[in-house]
Protein backbone atom coordinates (compact mmCIF):
# COMPACT_ATOMS: atom_id res chain seq x y z
CA UNK A 1 0.00 0.00 0.00
CA UNK A 2 2.90 2.09 0.43
CA UNK A 3 4.26 2.00 -2.36
CA UNK A 4 0.79 3.53 -4.17
CA UNK A 5 0.37 7.09 -4.91
CA UNK A 6 -0.95 7.53 -1.20
CA UNK A 7 -1.70 11.51 -2.11
CA UNK A 8 -4.38 10.31 -4.05
CA UNK A 9 -6.03 8.48 -1.50
CA UNK A 10 -8.68 11.04 0.82
CA UNK A 11 -7.43 12.39 4.35
CA UNK A 12 -9.01 10.40 6.97
CA UNK A 13 -8.55 7.50 4.88
CA UNK A 14 -5.05 8.40 4.72
CA UNK A 15 -5.06 8.94 8.88
CA UNK A 16 -6.94 5.72 9.78
CA UNK A 17 -4.56 3.60 7.99
CA UNK A 18 -1.36 5.17 9.67
CA UNK A 19 -3.49 4.34 12.82
CA UNK A 20 -3.89 0.83 11.59
CA UNK A 21 0.12 0.82 11.09
CA UNK A 22 0.92 2.52 14.06
CA UNK A 23 -1.20 -0.24 16.23
CA UNK A 24 0.08 -2.98 14.25
CA UNK A 25 4.17 -1.86 14.94
CA UNK A 26 2.81 -1.59 18.42
CA UNK A 27 1.86 -4.96 18.84
CA UNK A 28 4.45 -6.29 17.00
CA UNK A 29 6.93 -3.90 19.12
CA UNK A 30 5.09 -5.55 21.70
CA UNK A 31 5.69 -9.43 20.92
CA UNK A 32 9.00 -8.37 20.00
CA UNK A 33 9.89 -7.54 23.77
CA UNK A 34 7.89 -10.30 24.64
CA UNK A 35 9.72 -13.11 22.87
CA UNK A 36 12.86 -10.99 24.31
CA UNK A 37 11.77 -11.06 28.05
CA UNK A 38 11.00 -14.81 28.07
CA UNK A 39 14.40 -15.21 26.11
CA UNK A 40 16.32 -13.60 29.07
CA UNK A 41 13.90 -14.98 31.63
CA UNK A 42 14.91 -18.46 30.76
CA UNK A 43 18.71 -17.63 30.10
CA UNK A 44 18.98 -16.68 33.70
CA UNK A 45 16.50 -18.80 35.57
CA UNK A 46 18.01 -21.95 36.98
CA UNK A 47 15.42 -23.86 38.57
CA UNK A 48 13.58 -26.11 35.93
CA UNK A 49 10.35 -25.67 37.39
CA UNK A 50 10.37 -21.74 37.55
CA UNK A 51 11.51 -21.74 34.42
CA UNK A 52 8.65 -23.84 32.93
CA UNK A 53 6.30 -22.07 34.97
CA UNK A 54 7.52 -18.44 33.66
CA UNK A 55 7.48 -19.99 29.67
CA UNK A 56 3.56 -20.59 30.43
CA UNK A 57 2.82 -17.19 31.96
CA UNK A 58 4.46 -15.95 29.55
CA UNK A 59 3.42 -17.54 26.28
CA UNK A 60 -0.32 -16.95 27.59
CA UNK A 61 0.01 -13.15 28.12
CA UNK A 62 1.72 -12.71 24.91
CA UNK A 63 -0.43 -14.62 22.61
CA UNK A 64 -4.01 -12.99 24.15
CA UNK A 65 -4.81 -16.76 25.06
CA UNK A 66 -6.75 -18.74 27.98
CA UNK A 67 -4.41 -20.68 28.94
CA UNK A 68 -1.12 -22.42 28.02
CA UNK A 69 0.17 -25.74 28.73
CA UNK A 70 3.52 -26.43 28.24
CA UNK A 71 4.40 -30.98 27.78
CA UNK A 72 8.07 -32.28 28.40
CA UNK A 73 8.41 -35.85 26.76
CA UNK A 74 9.25 -38.25 29.71
CA UNK A 75 12.55 -40.56 29.45
CA UNK A 76 10.49 -43.51 27.88
CA UNK A 77 8.89 -41.00 25.29
CA UNK A 78 5.92 -42.99 25.82
CA UNK A 79 4.43 -40.43 28.07
CA UNK A 80 4.61 -36.60 28.48
CA UNK A 81 4.40 -34.31 31.51
CA UNK A 82 3.00 -30.78 32.07
CA UNK A 83 2.73 -27.59 33.78
CA UNK A 84 -0.29 -25.94 33.12
CA UNK A 85 -1.98 -22.61 34.57
CA UNK A 86 -5.46 -22.33 35.92
CA UNK A 87 -5.95 -18.79 36.87
CA UNK A 88 -1.93 -18.73 38.66
CA UNK A 89 -1.95 -21.77 40.06
CA UNK A 90 0.03 -24.18 38.25
CA UNK A 91 -0.62 -27.91 37.99
CA UNK A 92 0.68 -30.97 36.42
CA UNK A 93 -1.16 -33.49 34.15
CA UNK A 94 0.10 -36.35 32.36
CA UNK A 95 -0.56 -37.29 28.87
CA UNK A 96 0.13 -40.23 26.24
CA UNK A 97 2.01 -39.58 23.12
CA UNK A 98 -0.68 -39.86 20.19
CA UNK A 99 -3.81 -38.61 22.74
CA UNK A 100 -5.66 -35.18 22.13
CA UNK A 101 -4.12 -32.69 20.02
CA UNK A 102 -0.60 -32.32 21.95
CA UNK A 103 -0.34 -36.12 21.88
CA UNK A 104 -1.26 -35.75 17.91
CA UNK A 105 2.28 -32.92 17.63
CA UNK A 106 4.38 -34.59 19.83
CA UNK A 107 4.07 -37.83 17.77
CA UNK A 108 3.95 -36.17 13.86
CA UNK A 109 5.88 -33.01 15.44
CA UNK A 110 4.03 -30.80 13.16
CA UNK A 111 2.12 -27.35 14.79
CA UNK A 112 -1.40 -27.50 14.85
CA UNK A 113 -3.66 -24.87 14.81
CA UNK A 114 -7.76 -25.68 15.38
CA UNK A 115 -10.65 -22.96 15.45
CA UNK A 116 -13.29 -25.29 17.33
CA UNK A 117 -11.73 -27.98 19.08
CA UNK A 118 -14.74 -30.10 19.66
CA UNK A 119 -14.68 -30.19 15.51
CA UNK A 120 -11.49 -31.61 15.35
CA UNK A 121 -11.12 -35.75 15.57
CA UNK A 122 -7.53 -35.26 16.93
CA UNK A 123 -9.36 -33.82 20.02
CA UNK A 124 -9.67 -35.45 23.26
CA UNK A 125 -12.69 -34.09 24.84
CA UNK A 126 -11.96 -36.50 27.87
CA UNK A 127 -9.83 -33.36 29.78
CA UNK A 128 -12.28 -30.99 29.45
CA UNK A 129 -14.78 -33.26 31.29
CA UNK A 130 -12.31 -33.84 33.32
CA UNK A 131 -11.70 -30.39 34.11
CA UNK A 132 -14.79 -28.52 33.35
CA UNK A 133 -13.05 -26.40 31.03
CA UNK A 134 -14.39 -25.80 27.72
CA UNK A 135 -11.83 -25.41 25.25
CA UNK A 136 -12.78 -24.00 21.73
CA UNK A 137 -9.59 -22.80 19.70
CA UNK A 138 -6.09 -24.45 20.06
CA UNK A 139 -2.71 -23.71 18.64
CA UNK A 140 -0.10 -25.78 19.43
CA UNK A 141 3.71 -26.23 18.62
CA UNK A 142 6.22 -29.42 18.97
CA UNK A 143 9.56 -28.72 20.78
CA UNK A 144 12.13 -30.07 19.62
CA UNK A 145 16.16 -30.30 19.44
CA UNK A 146 18.78 -29.72 17.25
CA UNK A 147 19.12 -33.34 16.00
CA UNK A 148 14.78 -32.76 15.19
CA UNK A 149 13.90 -35.05 18.00
CA UNK A 150 10.40 -33.95 19.91
CA UNK A 151 11.41 -32.91 23.58
CA UNK A 152 8.02 -31.48 24.27
CA UNK A 153 5.04 -29.95 23.25
CA UNK A 154 3.35 -25.87 23.72
CA UNK A 155 -0.11 -25.43 23.89
CA UNK A 156 -2.09 -22.19 24.25
CA UNK A 157 -6.19 -22.46 24.71
CA UNK A 158 -9.14 -20.23 23.45
CA UNK A 159 -7.54 -16.76 21.92
CA UNK A 160 -9.70 -14.29 23.82
CA UNK A 161 -10.52 -13.10 20.78
CA UNK A 162 -11.62 -15.04 17.52
CA UNK A 163 -8.87 -17.51 16.80
CA UNK A 164 -5.39 -17.93 16.69
CA UNK A 165 -4.00 -16.34 13.32
CA UNK A 166 -1.18 -16.71 11.29
CA UNK A 167 1.54 -14.40 13.13
CA UNK A 168 0.56 -15.90 16.06
CA UNK A 169 1.29 -18.80 14.48
CA UNK A 170 4.78 -17.61 13.83
CA UNK A 171 4.97 -16.06 17.20
CA UNK A 172 4.72 -19.76 18.69
CA UNK A 173 6.80 -21.17 16.75
CA UNK A 174 9.64 -18.46 17.84
CA UNK A 175 8.85 -19.43 21.58
CA UNK A 176 8.89 -23.09 21.28
CA UNK A 177 12.28 -22.50 19.46
CA UNK A 178 13.85 -20.34 22.70
CA UNK A 179 11.52 -22.97 25.06
CA UNK A 180 13.40 -25.74 23.33
CA UNK A 181 16.97 -24.54 23.76
CA UNK A 182 16.45 -23.32 27.71
CA UNK A 183 14.60 -26.83 28.26
CA UNK A 184 17.42 -28.48 26.78
CA UNK A 185 20.41 -26.80 28.87
CA UNK A 186 18.30 -26.65 31.99
CA UNK A 187 17.82 -30.47 31.75
CA UNK A 188 21.32 -30.51 31.00
CA UNK A 189 21.99 -28.35 33.97
CA UNK A 190 19.78 -30.24 36.31
CA UNK A 191 21.68 -33.46 34.84
CA UNK A 192 25.22 -31.94 35.79
CA UNK A 193 23.95 -30.89 39.02
CA UNK A 194 22.59 -33.95 40.41
CA UNK A 195 25.73 -35.87 38.93
CA UNK A 196 27.61 -32.93 41.35
CA UNK A 197 25.43 -33.99 43.56
CA UNK A 198 25.89 -37.72 43.39
CA UNK A 199 30.05 -37.07 43.20
CA UNK A 200 30.09 -35.02 45.83
CA UNK A 201 28.24 -37.72 48.29
CA UNK A 202 30.32 -40.12 46.63
CA UNK A 203 33.50 -37.78 47.75
CA UNK A 204 31.94 -37.35 50.88
CA UNK A 205 31.48 -41.36 51.28
CA UNK A 206 34.88 -42.01 50.35
CA UNK A 207 36.31 -39.42 52.93
CA UNK A 208 34.06 -41.54 55.41
CA UNK A 209 35.57 -44.46 54.18
CA UNK A 210 39.09 -43.31 54.27
CA UNK A 211 39.22 -41.97 57.78
CA UNK A 212 37.80 -45.47 58.76
CA UNK A 213 40.30 -47.26 57.29
CA UNK A 214 42.67 -45.17 58.88
CA UNK A 215 41.46 -45.65 62.01
CA UNK A 216 41.51 -49.16 61.94
CA UNK A 217 45.52 -48.92 60.51
CA UNK A 218 46.41 -47.50 63.50
CA UNK A 219 44.19 -50.10 65.65
CA UNK A 220 46.19 -52.80 63.94
CA UNK A 221 49.61 -51.12 63.96
CA UNK A 222 49.16 -50.58 67.77
CA UNK A 223 47.69 -54.03 68.31
CA UNK A 224 50.92 -55.59 66.24
CA UNK A 225 53.70 -53.72 68.00
CA UNK A 226 52.31 -54.40 71.08
CA UNK A 227 54.87 -56.64 73.12
CA UNK A 228 51.97 -58.29 75.47
CA UNK A 229 48.30 -58.65 76.04
CA UNK A 230 47.94 -55.38 78.15
CA UNK A 231 49.94 -53.32 75.93
CA UNK A 232 47.44 -54.42 73.02
CA UNK A 233 44.06 -53.75 74.69
CA UNK A 234 45.57 -50.73 75.81
CA UNK A 235 46.73 -49.13 72.34
CA UNK A 236 43.78 -50.06 70.94
CA UNK A 237 41.32 -48.41 73.19
CA UNK A 238 43.49 -45.61 73.08
CA UNK A 239 43.24 -45.22 69.32
CA UNK A 240 39.28 -46.02 69.29
CA UNK A 241 38.91 -43.16 72.15
CA UNK A 242 41.19 -40.86 69.98
CA UNK A 243 38.60 -41.00 67.35
CA UNK A 244 35.41 -41.28 69.73
CA UNK A 245 35.99 -38.84 72.18
CA UNK A 246 34.02 -40.56 75.31
CA UNK A 247 34.31 -40.56 79.39
CA UNK A 248 35.65 -43.92 78.58
CA UNK A 249 35.87 -47.24 77.26
CA UNK A 250 36.75 -50.98 79.13
CA UNK A 251 37.55 -54.44 77.90
CA UNK A 252 35.63 -56.85 79.97
CA UNK A 253 36.58 -60.22 79.89
CA UNK A 254 34.62 -63.41 80.68
CA UNK A 255 35.01 -65.35 83.01
CA UNK A 256 33.96 -68.34 83.24
CA UNK A 257 33.89 -69.63 86.91
CA UNK A 258 32.54 -66.55 88.63
CA UNK A 259 29.51 -66.23 84.94
CA UNK A 260 30.49 -62.46 84.79
CA UNK A 261 32.18 -60.49 82.48
CA UNK A 262 35.30 -58.27 84.16
CA UNK A 263 36.73 -55.55 83.59
CA UNK A 264 40.55 -56.18 82.16
CA UNK A 265 41.52 -53.02 81.01
CA UNK A 266 39.73 -49.42 80.76
CA UNK A 267 40.62 -45.65 79.19
CA UNK A 268 39.54 -42.65 79.66
CA UNK A 269 38.35 -40.18 82.22
CA UNK A 270 36.18 -42.81 83.59
CA UNK A 271 38.90 -45.35 83.61
CA UNK A 272 38.60 -45.82 87.61
CA UNK A 273 35.17 -46.69 87.75
CA UNK A 274 35.13 -48.35 84.44
CA UNK A 275 38.06 -50.65 85.87
CA UNK A 276 35.72 -51.63 88.65
CA UNK A 277 33.23 -53.17 86.55
CA UNK A 278 31.81 -57.16 87.07
CA UNK A 279 29.12 -57.38 85.64
CA UNK A 280 26.88 -60.96 85.68
CA UNK A 281 26.32 -62.76 82.94
CA UNK A 282 22.65 -63.02 84.05
CA UNK A 283 19.75 -60.72 83.72
CA UNK A 284 22.24 -57.65 82.14
CA UNK A 285 22.84 -56.02 78.99
CA UNK A 286 26.05 -56.85 78.69
CA UNK A 287 25.51 -60.62 79.12
CA UNK A 288 22.72 -60.44 76.17
CA UNK A 289 25.55 -58.86 74.37
CA UNK A 290 28.18 -61.55 75.15
CA UNK A 291 25.67 -64.24 74.87
CA UNK A 292 23.97 -63.05 71.90
CA UNK A 293 27.32 -62.01 70.25
CA UNK A 294 25.12 -59.03 69.10
CA UNK A 295 26.10 -55.26 69.52
CA UNK A 296 24.01 -52.96 71.04
CA UNK A 297 23.82 -49.29 71.33
CA UNK A 298 22.09 -46.82 73.78
CA UNK A 299 20.45 -43.26 74.12
CA UNK A 300 20.18 -40.91 76.40
CA UNK A 301 16.05 -41.90 75.91
CA UNK A 302 16.59 -45.93 76.76
CA UNK A 303 17.56 -45.15 80.52
CA UNK A 304 16.35 -47.80 81.70
CA UNK A 305 18.65 -50.24 79.49
CA UNK A 306 21.57 -47.62 80.43
CA UNK A 307 21.28 -48.74 83.93
CA UNK A 308 20.48 -52.80 82.47
CA UNK A 309 24.59 -52.19 81.74
CA UNK A 310 24.96 -52.66 85.58
CA UNK A 311 28.15 -50.36 85.73
CA UNK A 312 29.35 -49.16 88.79
CA UNK A 313 28.61 -45.99 88.48
CA UNK A 314 29.53 -43.17 90.69
CA UNK A 315 27.16 -40.87 92.29
CA UNK A 316 26.61 -37.43 90.36
CA UNK A 317 27.53 -39.73 86.48
CA UNK A 318 24.92 -39.62 84.55
CA UNK A 319 24.91 -41.93 81.38
CA UNK A 320 23.98 -40.29 78.26
CA UNK A 321 24.68 -42.68 75.46
CA UNK A 322 26.99 -45.79 75.78
CA UNK A 323 27.57 -48.57 73.38
CA UNK A 324 28.19 -52.87 73.86
CA UNK A 325 30.13 -54.85 71.68
CA UNK A 326 30.93 -58.09 71.71
CA UNK A 327 34.78 -59.33 71.51
CA UNK A 328 34.33 -62.27 68.93
CA UNK A 329 36.89 -63.99 67.12
CA UNK A 330 35.60 -66.89 65.00
CA UNK A 331 33.74 -69.08 66.97
CA UNK A 332 35.33 -67.62 70.39
CA UNK A 333 33.83 -64.49 72.06
CA UNK A 334 35.80 -63.55 74.83
CA UNK A 335 33.72 -60.55 76.24
CA UNK A 336 32.75 -57.32 75.03
CA UNK A 337 33.70 -53.68 74.74
CA UNK A 338 31.94 -50.99 76.64
CA UNK A 339 32.52 -47.12 75.68
CA UNK A 340 30.34 -44.65 77.75
CA UNK A 341 28.80 -41.13 77.06
CA UNK A 342 30.48 -40.74 73.65
CA UNK A 343 30.72 -36.80 73.48
CA UNK A 344 29.47 -35.85 70.31
CA UNK A 345 25.37 -35.53 71.49
CA UNK A 346 24.70 -37.76 68.05
CA UNK A 347 25.53 -40.50 70.70
CA UNK A 348 26.44 -44.30 68.89
CA UNK A 349 25.23 -44.69 65.44
CA UNK A 350 24.88 -47.66 63.65
CA UNK A 351 28.26 -47.01 61.40
CA UNK A 352 30.13 -46.27 64.66
CA UNK A 353 28.93 -49.55 66.26
CA UNK A 354 30.04 -51.25 62.49
CA UNK A 355 33.39 -49.73 63.32
CA UNK A 356 33.52 -50.70 66.95
CA UNK A 357 32.64 -54.08 65.80
CA UNK A 358 36.39 -54.51 63.50
CA UNK A 359 38.09 -52.70 66.63
CA UNK A 360 36.69 -55.25 68.90
CA UNK A 361 37.39 -58.37 66.56
CA UNK A 362 41.32 -57.03 66.23
CA UNK A 363 41.02 -57.27 70.17
CA UNK A 364 39.71 -60.66 70.25
CA UNK A 365 43.08 -61.75 67.69
CA UNK A 366 45.51 -59.76 70.31
CA UNK A 367 43.41 -62.15 73.21
CA UNK A 368 43.56 -65.36 71.12
CA UNK A 369 47.14 -64.75 70.09
CA UNK A 370 47.93 -63.74 73.70
CA UNK A 371 46.36 -67.33 74.88
CA UNK A 372 48.56 -68.99 72.36
CA UNK A 373 51.75 -67.39 73.09
CA UNK A 374 50.78 -68.44 76.57
CA UNK A 375 50.29 -71.87 75.99
CA UNK A 376 53.53 -71.66 73.50
CA UNK A 377 55.70 -70.35 76.25
CA UNK A 378 54.01 -73.27 78.60
CA UNK A 379 55.25 -75.79 76.16
CA UNK A 380 58.57 -73.88 75.37
CA UNK A 381 59.08 -74.27 79.20
CA UNK A 382 58.53 -78.10 79.27
CA UNK A 383 60.66 -78.83 76.57
CA UNK A 384 63.23 -76.94 78.01
CA UNK A 385 62.86 -78.87 81.29
CA UNK A 386 62.95 -81.78 79.47
CA UNK A 387 66.34 -80.94 78.09
CA UNK A 388 67.55 -79.48 80.92
CA UNK A 389 66.42 -82.10 83.49
CA UNK A 390 69.81 -84.77 82.89
CA UNK A 391 71.67 -81.30 83.18
CA UNK A 392 69.92 -80.84 86.46
CA UNK A 393 70.07 -83.85 87.75
CA UNK A 394 74.10 -83.66 87.44
CA UNK A 395 74.09 -80.72 89.03
CA UNK A 396 72.27 -82.47 91.81
CA UNK A 397 75.34 -85.17 91.87
CA UNK A 398 77.66 -82.30 93.43
CA UNK A 399 75.97 -81.44 96.59
CA UNK A 400 74.78 -85.41 96.78
CA UNK A 401 78.24 -86.56 96.99
CA UNK A 402 79.35 -83.65 99.17
CA UNK A 403 76.51 -84.69 101.77
CA UNK A 404 77.17 -88.45 101.84
CA UNK A 405 80.88 -87.54 102.46
CA UNK A 406 79.69 -85.34 105.38
CA UNK A 407 77.01 -87.99 106.43
CA UNK A 408 79.68 -90.85 106.60
CA UNK A 409 82.33 -88.67 108.49
CA UNK A 410 79.26 -87.71 110.64
CA UNK A 411 78.78 -91.06 111.59
CA UNK A 412 82.43 -91.22 112.34
CA UNK A 413 82.93 -88.46 114.30
CA UNK A 414 82.65 -88.04 117.92
CA UNK A 415 84.02 -85.01 118.67
CA UNK A 416 80.38 -82.38 119.16
CA UNK A 417 82.17 -79.64 117.62
CA UNK A 418 83.27 -81.23 114.44
CA UNK A 419 79.78 -82.24 113.98
CA UNK A 420 78.38 -79.40 114.50
CA UNK A 421 80.45 -78.28 111.76
CA UNK A 422 79.80 -81.46 109.58
CA UNK A 423 76.14 -80.87 110.02
CA UNK A 424 76.62 -76.63 108.98
CA UNK A 425 77.75 -77.94 105.88
CA UNK A 426 75.28 -80.39 104.85
CA UNK A 427 72.90 -77.77 105.53
CA UNK A 428 74.46 -75.65 103.10
CA UNK A 429 74.49 -78.44 100.76
CA UNK A 430 70.36 -79.34 101.32
CA UNK A 431 69.89 -75.25 100.74
CA UNK A 432 71.64 -75.67 97.59
CA UNK A 433 69.99 -78.60 96.43
CA UNK A 434 66.46 -76.86 97.23
CA UNK A 435 67.59 -73.52 95.22
CA UNK A 436 67.75 -75.41 92.17
CA UNK A 437 64.85 -77.41 93.02
CA UNK A 438 62.80 -73.98 93.53
CA UNK A 439 64.19 -72.40 90.72
CA UNK A 440 62.97 -75.43 88.32
CA UNK A 441 59.67 -74.87 89.96
CA UNK A 442 59.17 -71.49 89.60
CA UNK A 443 60.03 -71.67 85.82
CA UNK A 444 57.55 -74.64 85.06
CA UNK A 445 55.15 -72.53 87.00
CA UNK A 446 55.93 -69.48 84.83
CA UNK A 447 57.06 -67.36 87.23
CA UNK A 448 60.13 -66.73 86.24
CA UNK A 449 61.32 -67.02 82.70
CA UNK A 450 64.61 -68.10 83.43
CA UNK A 451 65.74 -71.92 83.68
CA UNK A 452 69.58 -70.96 85.26
CA UNK A 453 71.56 -73.48 85.98
CA UNK A 454 75.63 -73.03 86.29
CA UNK A 455 77.15 -73.33 83.36
CA UNK A 456 81.20 -73.72 82.42
CA UNK A 457 81.79 -70.95 80.41
CA UNK A 458 84.26 -73.22 78.32
CA UNK A 459 80.92 -75.48 77.36
CA UNK A 460 79.03 -72.20 76.62
CA UNK A 461 81.51 -70.24 74.04
CA UNK A 462 81.90 -73.73 72.55
CA UNK A 463 78.25 -73.98 71.28
CA UNK A 464 78.50 -70.31 70.55
CA UNK A 465 81.57 -69.80 68.84
CA UNK A 466 79.94 -73.03 66.46
CA UNK A 467 76.77 -71.26 65.65
CA UNK A 468 78.85 -67.83 65.63
CA UNK A 469 81.29 -69.29 62.83
CA UNK A 470 78.34 -70.38 60.80
CA UNK A 471 76.84 -67.29 60.86
CA UNK A 472 79.84 -65.52 59.38
CA UNK A 473 80.95 -68.32 57.01
CA UNK A 474 81.47 -66.19 54.14
CA UNK A 475 80.89 -62.96 54.99
CA UNK A 476 84.78 -62.03 55.40
CA UNK A 477 84.01 -61.42 59.15
CA UNK A 478 86.78 -63.46 61.65
CA UNK A 479 85.56 -65.14 64.89
CA UNK A 480 88.26 -64.68 67.85
CA UNK A 481 87.52 -65.86 71.16
CA UNK A 482 89.46 -65.28 74.33
CA UNK A 483 88.65 -67.13 77.63
CA UNK A 484 90.17 -65.71 80.35
CA UNK A 485 88.21 -67.10 82.83
CA UNK A 486 87.79 -70.89 83.46
CA UNK A 487 85.02 -71.18 85.96
CA UNK A 488 81.21 -71.15 85.86
CA UNK A 489 78.43 -69.12 85.67
CA UNK A 490 75.02 -68.92 86.70
CA UNK A 491 72.65 -68.46 83.83
CA UNK A 492 70.09 -69.76 81.22
CA UNK A 493 72.64 -71.10 78.72
CA UNK A 494 69.95 -70.98 75.51
CA UNK A 495 69.33 -67.38 76.26
CA UNK A 496 72.33 -66.23 76.93
CA UNK A 497 73.72 -67.62 73.51
CA UNK A 498 70.41 -65.86 71.83
CA UNK A 499 71.56 -62.46 73.31
CA UNK A 500 75.30 -62.95 72.27
CA UNK A 501 74.20 -64.04 68.95
CA UNK A 502 71.79 -60.62 68.03
CA UNK A 503 75.15 -58.83 69.34
CA UNK A 504 77.26 -60.95 67.20
CA UNK A 505 74.79 -60.50 63.76
CA UNK A 506 74.54 -56.31 64.69
CA UNK A 507 78.29 -56.58 64.45
CA UNK A 508 78.51 -58.86 61.27
CA UNK A 509 75.81 -56.31 59.25
CA UNK A 510 77.71 -52.96 60.64
CA UNK A 511 81.12 -54.48 59.41
CA UNK A 512 79.58 -55.86 56.00
CA UNK A 513 79.77 -52.15 54.14
CA UNK A 514 83.35 -52.57 54.49
CA UNK A 515 83.33 -56.15 53.96
CA UNK A 516 85.81 -57.80 56.48
CA UNK A 517 86.26 -57.38 60.16
CA UNK A 518 86.76 -59.43 63.41
CA UNK A 519 83.99 -60.25 66.25
CA UNK A 520 85.72 -60.90 69.78
CA UNK A 521 84.43 -63.05 72.16
CA UNK A 522 86.26 -61.84 75.45
CA UNK A 523 84.97 -63.86 78.97
CA UNK A 524 87.13 -62.47 82.35
CA UNK A 525 86.38 -61.98 86.22
CA UNK A 526 86.55 -58.79 87.13
CA UNK A 527 85.89 -57.62 90.87
CA UNK A 528 83.03 -60.54 91.48
CA UNK A 529 81.78 -60.27 87.97
CA UNK A 530 82.18 -62.49 85.07
CA UNK A 531 82.67 -60.20 81.85
CA UNK A 532 81.22 -60.80 78.77
CA UNK A 533 82.60 -58.81 75.96
CA UNK A 534 81.08 -58.72 72.24
CA UNK A 535 83.31 -55.76 70.07
CA UNK A 536 83.78 -55.45 66.60
CA UNK A 537 85.89 -53.19 64.85
CA UNK A 538 83.13 -51.62 62.53
CA UNK A 539 82.06 -48.19 61.98
CA UNK A 540 80.20 -47.61 64.92
CA UNK A 541 76.74 -46.56 66.44
CA UNK A 542 75.20 -44.44 63.88
CA UNK A 543 74.59 -41.38 66.54
CA UNK A 544 71.13 -41.29 65.47
CA UNK A 545 70.20 -44.63 67.83
CA UNK A 546 71.08 -42.26 70.86
CA UNK A 547 68.88 -42.37 73.67
CA UNK A 548 66.91 -45.14 71.85
CA UNK A 549 69.08 -47.62 71.21
CA UNK A 550 67.67 -50.90 73.37
CA UNK A 551 64.19 -49.50 72.72
CA UNK A 552 61.80 -52.00 70.72
CA UNK A 553 61.40 -50.94 67.12
CA UNK A 554 64.23 -48.70 66.77
CA UNK A 555 66.77 -49.29 63.96
CA UNK A 556 68.89 -47.48 61.92
CA UNK A 557 70.35 -47.94 58.17
CA UNK A 558 68.89 -51.55 57.75
CA UNK A 559 66.84 -52.57 54.88
CA UNK A 560 65.04 -54.98 56.81
CA UNK A 561 65.97 -54.17 60.38
CA UNK A 562 62.77 -54.74 62.78
CA UNK A 563 64.61 -52.97 65.94
CA UNK A 564 64.21 -55.32 68.41
CA UNK A 565 67.59 -57.37 68.35
CA UNK A 566 69.11 -54.93 71.32
CA UNK A 567 65.59 -54.75 72.99
CA UNK A 568 65.96 -58.60 73.39
CA UNK A 569 69.44 -58.86 74.49
CA UNK A 570 68.29 -55.85 77.13
CA UNK A 571 65.44 -57.87 78.64
CA UNK A 572 67.13 -61.40 78.87
CA UNK A 573 70.22 -59.52 80.97
CA UNK A 574 67.36 -57.75 83.13
CA UNK A 575 65.91 -61.04 83.58
CA UNK A 576 69.48 -62.75 84.77
CA UNK A 577 69.97 -59.85 86.90
CA UNK A 578 73.34 -58.56 85.00
CA UNK A 579 74.41 -55.56 83.97
CA UNK A 580 74.89 -54.12 80.25
CA UNK A 581 77.34 -51.70 78.80
CA UNK A 582 78.77 -50.18 75.59
CA UNK A 583 81.72 -48.43 74.40
CA UNK A 584 81.44 -47.07 70.44
CA UNK A 585 84.08 -45.19 68.69
CA UNK A 586 82.82 -44.03 65.46
CA UNK A 587 85.14 -45.85 62.67
CA UNK A 588 86.65 -47.90 65.53
CA UNK A 589 84.02 -50.46 66.41
CA UNK A 590 81.40 -51.10 69.40
CA UNK A 591 82.29 -53.25 72.34
CA UNK A 592 78.77 -54.59 74.40
CA UNK A 593 79.69 -56.03 77.94
CA UNK A 594 77.31 -58.24 79.73
CA UNK A 595 78.55 -59.22 83.63
CA UNK A 596 77.11 -61.97 85.71
CA UNK A 597 77.47 -63.18 88.64
CA UNK A 598 79.77 -66.16 88.87
CA UNK A 599 78.51 -69.74 89.81
N1 LIG B 1 77.55 -53.37 66.43
C1 LIG B 1 76.88 -52.35 65.88
N2 LIG B 1 77.51 -51.45 65.10
C2 LIG B 1 76.86 -50.41 64.54
N3 LIG B 1 75.55 -50.17 64.73
C3 LIG B 1 74.86 -51.03 65.47
C4 LIG B 1 75.46 -52.16 66.09
N4 LIG B 1 74.52 -52.82 66.81
C5 LIG B 1 73.38 -52.13 66.63
N5 LIG B 1 73.56 -51.07 65.81
C6 LIG B 1 72.54 -50.07 65.41
O1 LIG B 1 71.47 -50.18 66.33
C7 LIG B 1 70.25 -50.43 65.65
C8 LIG B 1 69.34 -51.29 66.49
O2 LIG B 1 69.81 -52.62 66.54
P1 LIG B 1 68.80 -53.79 66.81
O3 LIG B 1 69.53 -55.07 66.79
O4 LIG B 1 67.99 -53.48 68.02
O5 LIG B 1 67.81 -53.71 65.59
P2 LIG B 1 68.12 -54.07 64.08
O6 LIG B 1 69.40 -54.81 63.97
O7 LIG B 1 67.99 -52.81 63.30
O8 LIG B 1 66.90 -55.01 63.70
P3 LIG B 1 66.73 -56.56 64.15
O9 LIG B 1 67.86 -56.91 65.02
O10 LIG B 1 65.43 -56.59 64.87
O11 LIG B 1 66.71 -57.31 62.88
C9 LIG B 1 70.66 -51.02 64.34
O12 LIG B 1 69.70 -50.77 63.35
C10 LIG B 1 71.98 -50.33 64.05
O13 LIG B 1 71.77 -49.10 63.43
MG1 LIG C 1 69.82 -56.50 65.12
Redesign the pocket.
Known sequence: MLDDDVSALPREQLEAELRALREQFRLANKKLRGIQEIGQILASEQNHDRMLAEIIKRTTALMGADRATLFILSDDHDTMWSKSTHGGEIKTIELKVGQGIAGWVARYKRQVNVKDAYKDARFDAEVDRASGYRTKSILCQPLQDMQGNTIGVIQVLNKHEGYFTTSDEQLLRAIGGQASVCILNSQLYVDVVTKNIDLLDTQLKLEERTAEVELLFRVERAAAMAMSKEQALGGVLECMLAEYPSDGAVVLLHDAQRRALVAEHAVGPAAAWLGEARISLDGTLAGEVFGRRAARCLRQSDSQLLAGLDLPVPDGVHLRNAVCVPITHNEDTFGVLVVVNRRDPRGFEERDVRILGVIASRMALSLMLARAMEEERKAERLAAIGKTLSGVVHDLKTPLTIISGYARALAREDDAERRQEYRELVKKQIDAINGMIQELLRFSRGESQLLVRKVWVKDFVAELAESLREEFAGTGVELVVETPYKGAVRMDAPKMRRAAF??A???K??MLERGHGTFTVHIEARDDRVLFSFA?D?????P??EGR??DSF?????K????????I?KRIVDEHGGTLDLT?IPGHG?T?TIGLAPA
Request: proline share 6%.
Open positions: NLRNAEADGPGIPEMLFATHGKNGTGLGLAVSTF
